[in-house]
């Protein structure tokens, strides 16, 4: 005959199990298919590891770098590159019909975000009061002495605050200020530069052709933003 002990310990592991094979917290992780480098994680329960080919990522993690480069493949193909120093989180994961919604909050140092063209996932990114929402775009983000972007597929809406306060093109260089102010936009910048932060296969090569086409498009003019006369090269 069971004791009460017992059959309490019974109820929990069938309650554990339940749980922790529902959808609802299947979907706050998705697997890693492979790792380049060191990537370091430390979780909502104050684990410390390090990513391998067949882990998962969820929601809390938070994910950082050392004195490498280093890269990670999700399940749905998506490509996440970090430089030696950098650190992000997962803020939030779900899976909707089929398909992933990702946040991830970016901390420091350098970050691209390599998407499939045929992705249906969609993701959402926080760095500091800015942020994108449900892009499909490959996007750099690099937070050092200054906070920069570049937008390596169509139109994206930057947030600032939860307001859209600019349209960012294909293949434009923002140089953004923590007040919401765009201190810098145009198309000058060196791809090979950018490239050599993170490991090969990261970036994307840019087209003399993509460059020009993007280049002429360029405009030097005045916006009035947040009571501030800003200046510089824009899109029109």
Known sequence: MNSPFQIKRIVFLLLSFVFFNTPSFSSSKID???????????????????????DSIKIGDFLKTKNLPASFVLKNKSKICLSPNSSLKVSDL?????????????????????????????????????SFKKFKNNVFLSKNNELELINYGSNLDLFFKEK????VSPFA?????KSGNIINTNTNFNNDNISNKFLEGCIPSISKTENKNNSNKLQYSCITQNGKLVCGNRYK
């Open 173 to 177: 260089y923002f140089k953004l200020s």
């Open 94 to 130: 779900n899976f909707v019909k089929q398909n992933y919604e990702i946040t991830f909050e970016f901390i420091n140092g350098n970050l691209f975000l390599k998407i499939p063209n045929n992705s249906s996932d969609k993701y959402n990114i926080n760095f500091f009061s800015y």
């Open 164 to 167: 859209v306060i600019r349209k």
């Open 32 to 54: 890693v298919t492979k790792v380049n480098n060191d990537i370091f994680i430390l979780d909502i329960y104050g684990k410390r590891f390090n990513l391998k080919n067949a």
